[in-house]
């Protein structure tokens, strides 16, 4: 017969957890001891009990589905082919390619790949008819899944200028585009500029949103998922946290304009915490953000090789890189359990308190003049160095620590000669309709200030 050893004590109350920590603490206050501000304003307490919990979110995770992604930068379209067929006989089950030349033999470059029930996307760095329509095509003819990820806004945040487009702007493009196509989806989301450039998990939140329904006002025939490609930090419970809460208000918003456009969440490890010094805890860093991702309810993670901010695309980093995932999904089991955070008081609350700040954030925004008007007006660029400032200043003072970059360096690691590629906010010179949002790591001035002493 099956019994339960909970029966065999009594229920202890929150507030006899807490007498007890006041006990322990000595005469410390409580609430200035273990209680802590994180920078959306939330309060993270030492526990979390049953009496207080006030339901579970409505977020729902597919844990189960997640693909382990690959990233391919199109130069050398043959290059590419054998890259893409390796990774994915080696474990990779979808595929990312950025492409920043509309005149890159797409045909080539995918005929010859078993893409058949396979997710890949395309990071395109300009807006063509003629080629998605080619991608539109391909998609039929090899039974695949092809996300363009198309975002002028995006592109406009980043660079500070459109598309280039001979039609009178980017949205009838992205109109005339959709009218030619029916097998792919077009739209994507840069969350990721934003959680690099510095905003918080708030503002990452809101922002997307705000972003998306710049898309969705102006767009009323898109039905196909929206891609939100994701940066995902640190802050393990928070960064889970995250994905359930945009998940749950994206279906909220999307509901006024068609229920049936899903949120398609493709995420990547951020860079913002990322070193060129003692580079091997960037496998550290990395693991927690895709173990995040996964519990989260990514559809698909594309790792962030530990040596990518220096070293050019190597076989090495990238077979790291993608075992990480492989040894989360298949060793680790889990892709086995929808739903894992059902359960947790802690990640339940956190979604709960991010969705409504969120929220708000939006509804502000919308209010304002919606998205475009304040990044126009240069108010998100503002907000988000003011947080990014914020977040500095704990870099700095190591209230925030990078091990082995401002806690425990290594004083004989030297990177000087190891640098195939720039590591640091590059200044491009050029006539802008607005200032750009400027992605920046936090270790960036410390770590050339290291260099110069080399």
């Known amino acids: 017969m099956a019994t339960t050893l909970f029966n065999d004590f009594n229920p202890i109350s929150s507030k006899q957890w807490k ?4 006990f322990e603490l000595d005469g410390a206050d409580y609430n200035e001891t273990v209680i802590w501000n994180s920078p959306e304003d939330i309060q993270v307490k030492p526990f979390y009990h049953c009496d207080e919990f006030t339901g579970a979110s409505s977020a729902e995770t597919q844990v189960s589905n997640f693909t382990i992604c690959q990233n391919i930068f199109v130069h050398d379209v043959e290059k590419s082919i054998h890259r893409a067929i390796n990774t994915i006989e080696r474990g990779a089950e979808s595929l990312r390619f950025s492409i920043e030349n509309e005149n890159i033999d797409i045909q080539k470059l995918l005929e010859t790949l078993p893409l058949e029930n396979r997710i890949v996307y395309f990071n395109l760095s300009f807006i063509s008819i003629d080629f998605v329509k080619k991608l539109d095509s391909i998609a039929i003819q090899k039974k695949a899944t092809f996300f363009c990820n198309i975002d002028p806004i995006g592109h406009f945040a980043r660079e500070g200028n459109w598309f280039t487009t001979s039609d009178k702007n980017n949205f009838e493009t992205l109109e005339n585009i959709s ?8 739209l994507s989301i840069d969350l990721g500029l934003y959680q690099n450039a510095g905003a918080n998990i708030t503002q990452q939140i809101a922002y997307s ?4 329904n710049e898309y969705l006002n102006r767009l009323p025939n898109i039905v196909t998922p929206i891609v939100f490609q994701v940066s995902i930090g640190t802050n393990y419970f928070f960064e889970i946290a995250k994905l359930r809460a945009l998940r749950m208000l994206f279906k909220l918003i999307a509901a006024e304009y068609n229920p049936n ?7 990547t490890p951020t860079k913002r915490n990322k070193t060129i010094y003692d580079y091997n805890v960037n496998m550290l860093r990395t693991t927690t953000e895709c173990m995040s991702a996964i519990l989260g309810g990514a559809d698909s993670i594309a790792n962030l090789p530990y040596d990518a901010l220096y070293h050019k695309d190597n076989e090495f980093g990238d077979r790291i890189a993608r075992n990480q995932l492989l040894v989360l999904k298949h060793e680790s089991y889990f892709d086995k359990v929808n739903n894992p955070a059902d359960g947790s008081y802690y990640i339940e609350s956190l979604t709960t308190q991010l969705a409504e700040k969120s929220l708000t954030l939006f509804k502000d925004i919308e209010a304002n003049g919606g998205f475009l008007k304040l990044l126009n007006d240069g108010t998100i660029k503002k907000k988000i160095q003011e947080s990014a400032n914020k977040e500095q200043d704990l870099f700095d003072s190591k209230k925030e620590v990078l091990l082995g970059t401002n806690k425990y360096p290594n004083k004989e690691d030297k990177m ?3 640098l195939e590629l720039f590591p640091f906010v590059k200044i491009k010179p050029r006539k802008t309709l607005i200032t750009p949002i400027i992605e920046k790591r936090l270790a960036e001035k410390l770590e050339q200030e290291r260099l110069e002493l080399e």
Do not use: P, Y
């Open 179 to 186: 009218k030619a196509t029916t097998n792919i989806s077009l």
């Open 19 to 22: 007498q007890k920590i006041q």
């Open 261 to 267: 456009i899903k949120c398609h969440i493709l995420a």
């Open 209 to 212: 949103l705000a972003h998306a």
């Open 416 to 418: 000087k000669h190891d």
